[in-house]
């Protein structure tokens, strides 16, 4: 089916507008936000610090603890019930193994660097905007990171390949695919890769090659807003 | 916190002075920003008290009225204490901390009656509103009684109902009416004061909640009638001091009231 305009009337290729911003939650030793369209993210890092249980530690590097949540009112249809899901425990897992490639925690054996990410708004998007919003509070926390991550959803709706889909776009009655990705900017690496819809593998290379190129924005982005806490222009 | 700041703290407010330099009766700066979920929630608002931070948002459901109380839709307040806000809280079950700061909300929005339930009737015996409060603190630097009360009322005030298809029985969240919730004018305001050795604080930060002695948080209508309270802390109070602290959060009501 064609998709010939996109229902926000966004080119295929460009993302919502963002926002970042470091340093968010005082208490944290390192926070930031992230919005992307209507999909807002917070994320806070604690750590490193003592893990408890004892059995969970490893005496060769810390661990890293990943928990995302949406506020219960931040859904697009009904309340949503507060506390855990399958769905929110395997996006917890997926965000982890999108943040370990960049993160050096072997300084600190038998310690856990705990990140919470919470959606207080959503319109698709939300893993990615968690991830984007995690790798800047993670970075804020100054912590050894080898290069940021950023995220975005890329995929196809009807005939198109797009990137940074919304609700109204993976509901899209002539068929979507949805394909969250997380990419490491300086060497162009994926570390988050997920697939739901209908695609060709040519579709495929064109989404992946779309999202590596969009990434970049939002990595020049998480960087702006690292050096307006840091000011890491100045002299 | 370490025990030798919990003395430096206490001997401070010996002599009546706060680490951040406030008076005793003085509120940290307040600032509302309302919608703050508007995509999502049917209401929502972010409320600041210096550092801390509050975000409450309001969905509307339909559901089976209470056998008691057939003609009555209700509120339903609940908080998290996420550890995103505080090194202190954790994951898992709601803490006993975030229950009774869930019910000491409710009560004062209950008991106030700035609601009237049984305009949330849509079928008698059958079909209600329910309101659904959720509160998430986002960043603890104390008093998240306080802040969390305003958020929750900022939220309720800027509710509008989502669109209800009677036919299908389904409420359509994409469609928001311009409907707001049926509010009454006597709008209540809780403010909490803790005791701290013979000193008496308002709107106090997480260090100063950590020496407190005894905390009573006291919901106050415009009407100066007194509608909820709940007192806190291991230690007691006397009659005296109750009354004392009740005078204090009388006082503070009219200046926490202007910011909403």
Known sequence: ?235 | MIGINKQYVKSLLKEQIRQDGRKPDEFREIKIEYNVSEKSADGSAKVKLGDTEVIAGVKLEVGEPFPDNPDKGTIIVNSELLPLASPDFELGPPSIGSIELSRVVDRALRESKILDFKKLCIKEGEKVWLVFIDIYPINNAGNLFDACFLAALAALKSTRFPKYDEKNERIIYEERTSKKLPLEKNTPIECTVIKVGDTFLVDPTNEEEEVMDARLTIGILEDKKICAMQKGGDNSLSIEEILKMVDIAAKKIDHIRKAI
Do not use: W
């Open chain 1, 1 to 235: 089916m064609k998709y010939t305009k996109r229902f926000d009337k966004r080119k295929f290729d460009q993302l919502r507008e963002m926002e970042a911003k470091v340093g968010v939650v005082k208490r944290a030793d390192g926070s930031a936000l992230f919005r992307i369209g209507k999909t807002i993210a917070i994320a806070a890092v604690y750590g490193p610090r003592a893990l408890h249980p004892s059995h969970l530690r490893n005496p060769e590097k810390g661990i890293l603890r990943c928990n995302y949540n949406m506020m219960s009112f931040s859904g697009s249809g009904e309340r949503i019930r507060p506390g855990p899901s399958r769905r929110s425990k395997e996006i917890n897992l997926i965000i982890q193994k999108a943040l370990l490639p960049v993160l050096d925690l072997s300084p600190f054996p038998n310690t856990v660097v705990d990140i919470f990410i919470e959606l207080t708004q959503t319109d698709s998007g939300t893993r990615c905007a968690g991830i984007t919003a995690a790798a800047l509070a993670l970075a804020d926390s100054g912590l050894p990171m080898t290069d940021l991550v950023a995220s975005v959803s890329v995929g196809t709706v009807g005939d198109k390949v797009v990137v940074d889909l919304t609700k109204e776009e993976e509901d899209f009655e002539g068929g979507a695919t949805d394909i969250p990705v997380a990419i490491t900017p300086r060497n162009g690496k994926i570390t988050l890769l997920q697939l739901d819809g209908n695609i060709t593998k040519e579709d495929l290379k064109k989404a992946l090659e779309l999202a590596k190129k969009t990434c970049k924005e939002i990595h020049t982005l998480q960087v702006k807003a690292l050096k307006e806490k840091y000011g890491g222009d100045k002299k």
